[in-house]
């Protein structure tokens, strides 16, 4: 049984007059331990579709399935990565990290735990204290990455995690994401990556699947089968990002 | 190193640091640094920055324009997060800069400073930086390598516990 299935699921948000339709009939499985990367232009709801999976957007038509089960509401076995990193500034590091788990009800003594964990994995040992004022963009989604973390979601929902980040920042930050989820003991088992950015779907996936806009549909779903590591430099890896490139182009 | 001249740590996240790093190892080790800054779309000017740091560091060296990465990146690249840290504070420890703040914060009874009196040694000791700049990039590098820690509600800028 896949982990995640959705199937026909639409979704239309109301205007003053009448509708507008930001995605169409979207069905795709996603298998226990995949990296999945939706990749598409700006406006093909490829965002919208993120949220729905994770519930906090509402389906207009169509189901999302999990391990089989219709999801109602928030799948709670889900967390979101956004790209403006989402941080409270008032609250230090270590408290942004524990928010996520008071809000889901989880103990005052294993949240201390869980967070300690986590701060660790991510590399934010030190900055427990600091507050998000005092942090550069990597360190801010190192808290957004570990805030994700600390539910111990099985699927975590990445929503241009690397895009408001300069080169040098997003080059680290995309390393760091795949040493956390090939881990042997990673919670995490399936990512799924929302990306405009060709070559960062390329170099992280096991799978893309394109969306084409207005409404969004899937174009193509596609296996990566590069070896890992994968060299930026190697002919499989230019063969891809050319590929995805040309079917994104066709169809914006 | 007592009695080595302080010298200035380049207003640089260590983040950028390690991204250079990795680049360095996915283009075989060298590269030109004009190169990569009109490839990453860097400043040529913030990128010389990353290479600076990261030459403090012994990670890198930079002959005649380019970077290569030196044993202690390969090191580095082949570590987990918790061996990255603990190399990155045996350095920052071999440091003047740091290694002048660790000497001090020892002397203190309950090894901790206020964030003024940081300023003031900043300034005495390097009067042509920027003291503000100079103390957050100070933070940010001791906080990664847990060397120090600073707590701004109780402004408290400390030794981390070894």
Not at chain 2, 10 to 31: A, H, K, M, S, Y
Not at chain 2, 102 to 109: D, I, P, T, Y
Request: glycine letters at 8%.
């Amino acid at each position: 049984m896949a982990l995640l299935e959705l199937r026909n699921v639409s979704k239309s948000f109301a205007l003053p007059r009448g509708s507008l339709r930001v995605l169409e009939d979207i069905s795709f499985s996603v298998e226990e331990g995949e990296f999945l990367a939706l990749v598409g232009p700006s406006g093909c709801g490829k965002s919208t579709l993120l949220r729905m999976i994770n519930g906090i957007i509402p389906l207009t038509s169509g189901q999302v399935l999990y391990r089989g089960k219709q999801v109602d509401g928030i799948n709670l076995e889900s967390a979101l990565v956004f790209q403006s990193f989402a941080l409270m500034p008032w609250l230090t590091v270590k408290a942004n990290i524990e928010m996520g788990l008071e809000a889901r009800g989880i103990g005052s003594e294993e949240r201390e735990k869980r967070a300690s964990i986590y701060i660790d994995k991510v590399g934010l040992d030190g900055f427990e204290e600091a507050y998000p004022r005092e942090l550069s963009g990597g360190m801010k989604q190192r808290v957004g990455l570990a805030r994700a973390l600390a539910v111990e979601p099985r699927v975590m929902l990445m929503d241009e995690p690397f895009s408001a980040l300069d080169a040098l920042t997003a080059i680290t930050l995309r390393e760091e994401l795949l040493d956390i989820w090939q881990a042997p003991d990673a919670s995490v088992k399936n990512i799924i990556l929302v990306t405009h950015i060709i070559e960062e779907a390329v170099e992280l996936a096991d799978r893309v699947i394109v969306l084409g806009s207005g409404p969004g549909r899937v174009v193509a779903d596609m296996k990566l089968d590069i070896p890992r590591p994968r060299d930026r430099r190697s002919e499989a890896f230019n063969t891809w990002t050319d590929k995805v490139f040309s079917l994104i182009e066709e169809r914006s | 190193m007592p009695g080595a001249t302080i010298t200035p740590i380049p207003d640089c996240q260590l983040t950028w640091v390690f991204g250079l790093l990795e680049l360095l190892e996915d283009r075989g080790g060298r590269e030109d640094g004009y190169k990569i800054a009109r490839d990453l779309q860097f400043k040529f000017g913030d990128l010389l920055k990353v290479m600076k740091a990261a030459e403090i560091l012994g990670l890198v060296s930079t002959p005649a324009g380019d970077v290569v990465l030196e044993e202690l990146g390969k090191q580095f690249l082949a570590g987990d997060v918790n061996q990255r840290k603990l190399l990155i504070r045996e350095q920052l420890k071999k440091h003047p800069l740091f290694s002048y703040f660790v000497r001090l914060l020892h002397g203190q009874e309950d090894r901790s400073l206020s964030k003024e009196v940081v300023l003031e040694h900043l300034a005495m000791l390097l009067p042509s930086e920027p003291p503000q700049r100079m103390f957050s990039t100070l933070v940010n590098w001791g906080r990664f390598a847990e060397l120090f820690g600073y707590n701004k509600d109780e402004d408290r800028f400390y030794l981390d516990q070894e």
